[in-house]
């Protein structure tokens, strides 16, 4: 495994994510931006947060295994969510939940998450990009 995750003592420890990722690896892979589209283009879950997370992160784990990775190679992740708002989180867990029972991906890596007014597409209710390393 190419990255491994950790809480370090002195930080707060947080159920969903690890706060910092050791690559180890020797190829960075960034993947761009990727929406809860299918592989013909149609919005996966209109409406629904959650099902638009789940949807993100399994396209995040094609790209991947099309460059020869997995999810557990995920170092970092941007998360981006249109009208961002606290009570949004439950609906926010329970993709990266869904998508990471689906993955067999846990813990998951550090992420950012940030609230912005619009994506490109008005049904796209959230965007993650990842940056992970493979050997």
Same mark, same amino acid.
């Given at each position: 495994?190419?990255?491994? #995750?950790?809480?370090?003592?002195? $930080? ?27 592989? *013909? +283009? ?6 629904? $947060?959650?099902? +638009? ?7 995040? @784990?094609?790209? #991947? ?10 170092? *970092? ?10 009570? *949004?989180?439950? +609906? #926010? ?11 067999? !991906?846990? %813990?998951? %890596? %550090?992420?950012? $998450?940030?609230?912005? @007014? @619009? #994506? ?11 940056? !992970?390393?493979?050997?």
């Amino acid at each position: 495994m190419t990255v491994t #995750l950790v809480n370090p003592s002195g $930080l707060p420890t947080i159920d969903v994510y690890r706060q910092v990722s050791i690559a180890t690896g020797t190829k960075l892979v960034f993947i761009a931006g990727q929406v809860a589209w299918d592989a *013909k +283009q149609v919005t996966v879950g209109e409406g629904d $947060l959650a099902a +638009q997370v789940e949807q993100c992160y399994l396209n995040i @784990a094609t790209a #991947l295994a099309e460059v020869g990775g997995s999810f557990d190679d995920v170092a *970092k992740l941007t998360v981006y969510v249109v009208d961002w708002t606290p009570d *949004k989180m439950p +609906q #926010l867990l329970e993709g990266i939940s869904r998508a990471s029972a689906k993955l067999g !991906a846990a %813990p998951v %890596p %550090p992420a950012t $998450l940030l609230g912005v @007014a @619009a #994506l490109d597409v008005p049904e796209h209710l959230v965007e993650i990009e990842a940056t !992970a390393i493979l050997n």
